[in-house]
């Protein structure tokens, strides 16, 4: 059986949902809704078809992305997020206002649209490894707290993707309990720069046979793109397991 008949799905959904409701003097407060707080920012900009010009502006979405990825556990010891602040996101925005970028955050709930663009995704995500990869070239050697053997030269794929989950919502996250999730189905799960085309279009097809245009248009199109829906529910299964 698919771990997304309609019940199950709207069960994750909905549990998903009461915990980003948290809220502390009628404002939402539980660290699931940062990823509302951080896609809200980007969309100031992506709705008004305008690109972030100015260092204030520039800043300003950054400090949101990294406050975003503080609540998503990527500034942990085990990651390089640990040893810079939030302006080591200045570096990637503008890959996010990309052509190709601004036009899958304009279409990010269109399977068809996603599907057609698959090899766009590919690009977004290796440009914004290399991105981070000439900043840790520049950097790492100055960080004085750690030894050189310790210090991480790389972009993990769990980094980028939350990144664009937070921005462009083109990919679901792809952290242990999403990968743990996706083993529930046949979706490749292990995604790297080489495997990427694979993922998408194994979770494009999978989005396409499982959930109808008619109940995803309905009941959660105005909440969540594709790629954040597939995120809630394959993670929840992954956290389940």
């Not at 992506?46 to 260092?55: A, F, H, N, Q």
């Not at 206002?97 to 279409?107: D, Q, W």
Request: with cysteine; proline share 2%; aromatic share 12%.
């Amino acid at each position: 059986m698919s771990p997304f008949n309609s019940a199950k799905l709207e069960d994750l959904v909905a549990h998903y949902k009461q915990l980003e409701q948290l809220k502390s003097n009628g404002v939402s407060c539980h660290r699931f809704y940062s990823w509302n707080l951080c896609y809200e920012a980007f969309g100031e900009f992506y709705d008004k078809d305008t690109v972030p010009s100015t260092k204030k502006e520039k800043d300003l979405l950054a400090l949101h992305l990294g406050t975003y990825l503080v609540n998503l556990g990527m500034y942990r010891g085990s990651t390089f997020n640990l040893h810079y602040n939030y302006t080591i996101h200045r570096s990637i925005i503008s890959l996010l206002f990309s052509p190709e970028a601004i036009a899958l955050r304009k279409n990010n709930h269109d399977i068809n649209y996603l599907k057609a663009h698959v090899k766009d995704i590919k690009k977004l995500y290796d440009e914004i490894y290399n991105k981070y990869a000439e900043l840790f070239q520049h950097t790492w050697k100055d960080i004085m707290d750690l030894t050189v053997d310790t210090k991480d030269r790389k972009a993990s794929s769990i980094l980028i993707t939350e990144v664009l989950l937070g921005t462009i919502c083109c990919l679901p996250a792809y952290d242990n309990y999403l990968k743990k999730g996706l083993e529930t189905s046949e979706i490749a799960h292990n995604l790297s720069s080489a495997t990427i085309e694979k993922c998408i279009t194994d979770l494009l097809t999978f989005f396409e046979t499982n959930i109808t245009e008619e109940v995803y248009t309905t009941t959660y199109k105005a909440d969540y793109p594709i790629m954040k829906l597939l995120d809630i529910a394959f993670w929840k299964l992954g956290s389940e397991k």
